[in-house]
Structure formats: structure tokens, C-alpha cells
Nanobody, 131 residues
Framework: QVQLVESGGGSVQAGGSLRLSCAAS????????????MGWFRQAPGKEREGVAN????????HYADSVKGRFTISQDNAKNTLYLQMNSLEPEDTAMYYC????????????????????WGQGTQVTVSS
């Protein structure tokens, strides 16, 4: 099993920065930690949950949604089993609940982008950006 716990959300003004963290734990994750796709998703009120960024824990390849390219950076610290999302130049449109997600993979060169392909989720952390 994989347990995910997010932290780091908060309220900032437009143009500000936040760094989200996601601590991963569980026997399955510890055993196969280099064979996971880890992703950040967000969901604003009344909207579908959408992918923001993802990373392959083994190779480190990353993918970003067009809306956050150049502003957000996903990274990982394998020694700490922690995923990060550095968010810069935040905009009011970034306001949402942010979720960390994981799925064990094999034989893939890139991570899935659909929320339906991830089977472990954190509880979410709220990010609010005011204009």
C-alpha cells in the first residue's frame, strides 16, 4: 500500500510562491519506490480534477500541463520519499485543492496524465491565490 500526505498549501497574493510537499510511505512504496509515477493534480470548485505535473521516480522524467509550464517545478527527494511542487508566479487561476497521487508502473517511458490512471491519493492541500 501507499500512503500520501500533502502539506505546504496556503494563501498568497498573485505573483507569489508556494512549495507543496507530499510524503510517501507504505511497504509497497518502499519496496518499489523507483517504479512509480508521482503526480500533482488540482481541483477548483465546480471543475474537474486536472493534472498539473508528474514525474517518474526511477528516471526522473517530468511532464507539465501547459497552464503551469515555466512557473511550476516538480521534483523528488528519494532519500526522504518526498515529492515537491514549487509554484512560482502564482495566479488567481491556480486557486484549487492540490492533490498528490501515485501509481506503480513498469515498462513505461512516461507517466500517465489522467487522474483515472492513479490509484493512490493524498487528502489534498488548499492553495488560494488572491489578486
Amino acid at each position: 500500500q501507499v500512503q500520501l500526505v500533502e502539506s505546504g498549501g496556503g494563501s498568497v497574493q498573485a505573483g507569489g510562491s508556494l512549495r507543496l510537499s507530499c510524503a510517501a510511505s507504505g511497504d509497497t512504496y518502499r519496496r518499489y519506490f523507483s517504479n512509480y509515477c508521482m503526480g500533482w493534480f488540482r481541483q477548483a470548485p465546480g471543475k474537474e480534477r486536472e493534472g498539473v505535473a508528474n514525474i517518474m521516480t526511477g528516471g526522473g522524467s517530468t511532464h507539465y500541463a501547459d497552464s503551469v509550464k515555466g512557473r511550476f517545478t516538480i521534483s523528488q527527494d528519494n532519500a526522504k520519499n518526498t515529492l515537491y511542487l514549487q509554484m512560482n508566479s502564482l495566479e488567481p487561476e491556480d486557486t484549487a485543492m492540490y492533490y498528490c497521487a501515485a501509481v506503480r508502473v513498469s515498462g513505461r517511458w512516461w507517466c500517465p496524465t489522467s487522474k483515472d490512471d492513479y490509484n493512490a491519493w493524498g487528502q489534498g492541500t488548499q492553495v488560494t491565490v488572491s489578486s
